[in-house]
């Protein structure tokens, strides 16, 4: 990782100057308010905003990034059986999250009718990109 200073409270991986939320992370809860969005999705995100820190994968980047937004209740992952809709997905536990996203098979797109991983933006998500983009 290259050294730069960081304020306290600001995520390491912030890019866009706004102290609570980077603009991949700001992409990544727009992505979950307009619909389920799969881990695969988040990872090709990453990989096309890049990132400056020496080292950090695509997939690496996107896990940090919706492990923070998990934990700051702003996003809910799922495993979804088929096409995502609320009767074919399970809420995934922030304490389950590591090891779903230890799996290489989460970063996978499911075959047509097979188990994903999913995330979703909740309302606070969603007030929150609001605020940080100073939507009205």
Not at 9 to 23: I, M, V, Y
Not at 26 to 40: P, R
Not at 63 to 78: C, F, K, M, P, T
């Amino acid at each position: 990782m290259s050294p730069r200073n960081v304020k306290a409270g600001q995520h390491p991986l912030n890019d866009c100057g706004n102290e609570s939320l980077s603009s991949f992370e700001l992409q990544l809860l727009w992505d979950g308010v307009e619909d389920f969005t799969g881990l695969w999705q988040a990872e090709a995100l990453a990989r096309k905003y890049g990132s400056d820190l020496q080292g950090v994968t695509p997939r690496n980047r996107a896990r940090r990034s919706l492990e923070r937004l998990a934990e700051d209740g702003l996003i809910v992952v799922y495993v979804c059986r088929g096409v995502p809709t609320d009767e074919t997905c399970d809420r995934v536990g922030l304490e389950e999250l590591p090891k779903v996203f230890d799996m290489g098979i989460s970063w996978i797109a499911p075959e047509e009718g097979g188990i994903g991983i999913w995330y979703d933006t909740n309302d606070d998500g969603f007030d929150a990109y609001r605020k940080a983009t100073d939507w009205q």
